[in-house]
């Protein structure tokens, strides 16, 4: 794995909350006011998570369904604003830039979606999708276009001739590659890739995995590389952030979490992982369900689920702290 010498992150989110809720009209309003009706749910996706992604660095973000991983990515890129926190570039809040530089941070954050079928739009021509961004950005003249997609398909892996072609016409992973063509169309350094293989089969999730990892090489990109697959995130990661119900509870380099994990809900995750050690083991799930992020948990959120919950868990939440060089983690028990 490359080693990351920069000191100042990439990318850095910073307290960062996301809530959803429906806004109620004027009847709902009225209702509400008068006390006939209760305000409408909010729903706790992001919960002050921080994370700081350097340049040329891999960063796995790993969390059951649910947890909020999405939706951070999706707050990395700006496609959600954030309800709180602050979005940094190289070191500069993205909310105070001008809007022209604003503009330009922007273009150098792309995303990779989970499902290569859904996320290209079905009437337009590869050409279209891949170069139709640039050309409107003014980063690559009109005439110029058809060569430039060209060499984009090239560089993911695509014979260039099928730039006429339809989604429907290419098979779930040369959608994926077109897909990473199309976020490198605008001349990215930071790539969300959000469960981008997960939709694959497994021998195409290799290739493109490996195709990751070479782009990564040949143009200094730098990844958050949004997962539930450990096997996956511990190949292609140098650092990995665990959350758990829209938090942040884990963190360090891949190495030292995999084999030192010391929040408990990482080292429930890590248990029961697969392996290629053969060995008796009785499978055991962690207790319940994941809570609903309508009504999280008081305190720290995992302690309903946690074999080792005390009462200071269920009404204190437990800060992300230093546990050791570059790992971090948010559990009451490092205070004994």
Known sequence: ??????????????????????????AQRMAIKLGFAAPPATVHAVDRASIKVFPGEVVGLVGE?????????????GLHA????????????MAGMTANARRQAQLKLQMV????????????????????????????????????VAHLLERVGLDPNVSQRFPHQFSGGQRARIGIARALALKSEFLVCDEAVAALDVSIQAQVINLFMQLRQELGLTYLFISHDLGVVRHISDRVVIM???????????QALFEHPNHPYTQALLAEA??????????????????SPLNPPSGCHFHPRCPHAMARCSV??????????????ACHLNDR
């Open 1 to 26: 794995m490359k080693t990351v010498e920069a000191t100042h992150a990439l990318l850095e989110l910073r307290d960062v909350s996301k809530q959803f809720y429906k806004r109620p009209d004027i």
């Open 65 to 77: 369904s649910g947890c909020g991983k999405s939706t951070l990515g999706r707050v990395a890129v």
């Open 82 to 93: 954030p309800t709180m926190g602050q979005r940094l570039w190289r070191g500069q809040d």
């Open 113 to 148: 979606f989970q499902d290569p079928y859904a996320s290209l739009n079905p009437r337009l021509r590869v050409n279209q999708i891949v170069g139709e961004a640039a050309v409107a950005h003014g980063l690559v003249e009109a005439r110029e276009q058809k060569s430039f």
């Open 244 to 254: 758990y119900l829209g938090r942040v509870v884990e963190t360090a380099d891949a």
């Open 274 to 291: 697969p392996t290629l050690v053969v060995k008796k083991k009785t499978f055991v799930a962690i207790r319940g369900e994941i809570p």
């Open 316 to 329: 204190e939440a437990p800060a992300l702290r230093n546990i050791a060089a570059g790992h971090e983690s």
